[in-house]
């Protein structure tokens, strides 16, 4: 059975969901974005992440995915993710 595809804006997405597009894409989202034709045939790029019970298709443009990682303080300002942060994450879902 496949997943539910979910299309959504990176700002509508919960912390959870957004931390864990960061561990999955720890060097920023620019060169991992698709292209996907929208409900009207347009063509729309996204990011694609997947999780045990959703495929989402997170809209954003290049342009976007610069601007949110260089806006997040979680990215170093090479656009790589901080090292405390990776650790962090990964300590709470330890716990």
């Given at each position: 059975?496949?997943?539910?595809k979910i299309?959504k804006?990176?700002?509508?997405?919960?912390?959870?969901?957004?931390?864990?597009?960061?561990?999955?894409?720890?060097?920023?989202?620019?060169k991992?974005?698709?292209?996907f034709?929208n409900?009207?045939?347009?063509?729309?790029?996204?990011?694609?992440?997947?999780?045990?019970?959703?495929?989402?298709?997170?809209?954003?443009?290049?342009k976007?995915?610069?601007?949110?990682?260089?806006e997040?303080?979680?990215?170093?300002?090479?656009?790589?993710?901080?090292?405390?942060?990776?650790?962090?994450?990964?300590?709470?879902?330890?716990?």
């Amino acid at each position: 059975m496949s997943k539910p595809k979910i299309i959504k804006d990176y700002e509508k997405l919960t912390e959870e969901i957004q931390n864990q597009l960061k561990l999955m894409y720890p060097n920023g989202f620019k060169k991992d974005l698709i292209l996907f034709p929208n409900a009207k045939g347009m063509f729309v790029s996204a990011l694609p992440f997947e999780t045990d019970e959703y495929y989402y298709l997170i809209r954003m443009t290049k342009k976007e995915a610069n601007e949110i990682i260089e806006e997040d303080d979680d990215y170093d300002e090479d656009g790589n993710l901080k090292e405390e942060f990776i650790e962090e994450l990964k300590n709470e879902q330890d716990s």
